[in-house]
């Protein structure tokens, strides 16, 4: 196999910088959304959603965000960056085992390969997921739980 020409890796690598970039942003947005930097929980949170933010409180202190004694504030910079890289490896993951045929639907009786485009199908019609990226990232977390916790 014949390494990638120069200009190919730059823009392999640019790539992989903005899309970085944007898991980054994205993975911001969402802790915001459920205040997880916040002190006190809002309100409109479902118990459930409140549970998930304490877990992501606690996990962003062992990575070493740190949370002001004074207002309970809480820094959220190293938490983003790991939700975003865990999510980004496990998209790429979904990926390579859907273009390799080796992305599986988790049937309990017998294992079926599936594509990216049928699992777009998939989370139309079962609703499970927003999109089939989504489904198909479930799908290979599933795969190597120890590598991609929930």
Known sequence: MQPLDKELR??????????????????????????VGEAAPYKHLSPQEKKVRI??????????DQRNSENQLQETDLL?????????HRMLFARFLAENDLLIYPDPEMAIPV?????????????????????????????LPQIFPA
């Open 115 to 143: 594509t990216l485009e049928e699992c777009a199908e998939l989370a139309t019609e079962s609703g499970e997921a927003r999109n089939g990226w989504e489904l198909a990232a479930r799908f290979a977390a599933r795969m």
């Open 80 to 88: 983003a960056e790991e939700v975003a890289y865990q999510h980004w």
């Open 55 to 64: 877990k992501l409180r606690a996990h962003g202190r062992q990575l070493g």
């Open 10 to 35: 730059n823009k392999l690598e640019q790539t992989v910088q903005q899309a970085r970039t944007i898991s980054e942003e994205a993975a911001r947005a969402a802790l915001e959304q459920i205040g």
